[in-house]
């Protein structure tokens, strides 16, 4: 069920805002400013010891992500159901953000050598932000007709670069002017941390105010009969998953390049930091240049997959990305990484927004939580494999060049798999 025009045609602009909001904590927490700060002064020099073994900031880093990702792979599939059973995604939505904003607001407490309240908050934030997005992705099936999916998920995904860039813009002016401003540079990293937080939360609560609730059953369950209806849904996605060859196909093929994908963004910055050598302007500038590169990058591959289809598209942005971690294997010049980062801008939300409303053409828009559930645990599984293996790599080679590399598999396989795929109509299944 659509929403009505007038009704959808905000519930879009509200979703788009949302996209603008927590871009902050995905540009200037997960992918620039925090594991920089991380690397380069919360952890001391000599890495910090745990269970007999001394683990460097990148092992560390890439252990936290792994480690989130897991949390939310646990607990999606249940949330999805229990918001479509209920028909309270926006309730869920509010309930997971609030919390990931004030946890990113708290971080400006993180102080040179406290590695365990950054890890204990990254954890927290990250974990809200990505089971907060399930909520937030759910709703797409509403906002318009199948045929604009694509256009409505890449302008989704334009909205979420230009507000992460501009957030990040003015941290990085107080970062790196931190002497204008009266501040010595850890106050100005500190600051800027907890800047993310405000902007996620107090946009989020105007996209929220904005997006219409699309409904669901008049009298729905409560309490034990709730949950007892959602684990009987989660059995039956799953059985139709099993079914649905195309559907399972896709989401093994996005387990295994979306893996590549997540450990190329959260690991980027420290290992231009910790394995190139690279300096902080250099790191934080090219990463800005990301977020304006993918608002060009995101539009273009929509108008590719209105033109050529989504899987194609799709594809293309996968060839690029195996182009990517070899020529990430091969540079060692600060030149090098920006034009790394220009690739990586171009591609990135394009990859994102095209899986999600490629992903949309399978199910059915009234549970449509119930499966992004679904499609999150397969993008948090994916995301535990990847930043694991880049900081196993490390810790037994002594060396993050291999890491990167290895990268390159899973788009290979994501690619491969990707092939099989066989498109169907862009119209949400109605099967219950």
């Known amino acids: 069920m659509n929403l009505p025009t007038r009704q959808a045609t905000r519930s879009r602009r509200g979703w788009y805002l949302y996209d603008w909001a ?52 646990l607990v999606a599939p249940l949330l999805g159901a229990v918001a479509d059973v209920s028909a309270r995604r926006k309730r869920w939505l509010v309930g997971l953000f609030v919390p990931g904003a004030l946890a990113t607001i708290l971080m400006f407490l993180v102080e040179p050598g406290r590695v365990g309240l950054c890890l204990g908050l990254y954890l927290i934030a990250s974990a809200t932000f990505v089971a907060a997005n399930i909520f937030y992705d759910s709703l ?24 992460g860039g501009l957030i990040f813009l003015f941290d990085l002016i107080l970062v790196q002017a931190h002497g204008h401003f009266g501040l010595d540079k850890t106050m100005a990293v500190r600051i800027a941390l907890a800047s993310a937080g405000v902007w996620w939360g107090g946009f989020g609560l105007l996209a929220w105010r904005m997006i219409a609730e699309p ?39 996005y387990f295994f390049y979306n893996d590549g994908l997540q450990t190329v963004v959260k690991m980027a910055g420290i290992y231009g930091k910790d394995e190139l050598g690279l300096s902080t302007g250099t790191l934080l500038g090219t990463l800005l240049m990301v977020q304006f590169v993918g608002i060009f990058g995101a539009l273009i591959f929509g108008r590719l997959a209105n033109r050529f289809g989504s899987r194609q598209a799709l594809m293309t942005s996968l060839v690029i990305w195996i182009g990517v971690v070899v020529w990430g294997w091969y540079l060692n010049e600060a030149w090098e990484f920006w034009i790394l980062g220009g690739a990586v801008g171009f591609c990135l939300g394009a990859t994102q927004a095209l899986s999600r409303s490629y992903f949309a053409r399978f199910i059915p828009a009234n549970r449509s939580a119930e499966y992004y559930g679904f499609y999150s645990v397969f993008a948090k599984l994916s995301a535990v494999g990847g930043p694991l293996l880049f900081a196993f790599i490390r810790q037994i080679t002594g060396t993050a060049r291999l890491s990167v590399l290895a990268l390159g598999i899973f788009f290979v396989a994501g690619l491969i798999l990707l092939s099989l795929v066989r498109d169907e109509p862009a119209t949400a299944r109605s099967r219950k």
């Open 22 to 73: 927590n871009s902050a904590f995905a540009t200037v927490i997960m992918a620039a400013l925090l594991p920089v700060y991380f690397a380069d002064a919360v952890v001391p020099p000599g890495g910090v010891a745990i269970g007999g073994q001394t683990l460097s900031a990148t092992s560390l880093w890439g252990y936290a992500s792994g480690i989130s990702a897991l949390l939310v792979f």
């Open 140 to 163: 797409l099936p509403f906002l318009g007709p199948p045929e604009e999916r694509d256009s409505i998920s890449a302008r989704g995904f334009a909205w979420g670069y230009l507000g």
């Open 215 to 253: 409904g669901g059953a008049a009298d729905p369950p409560r309490g034990g009969a709730l949950t007892r209806e959602a684990l009987r849904r989660i059995v039956q996605t799953f059985r139709d998953i099993r079914g649905h060859r195309n559907l399972a196909l896709f989401l093994i093929a």
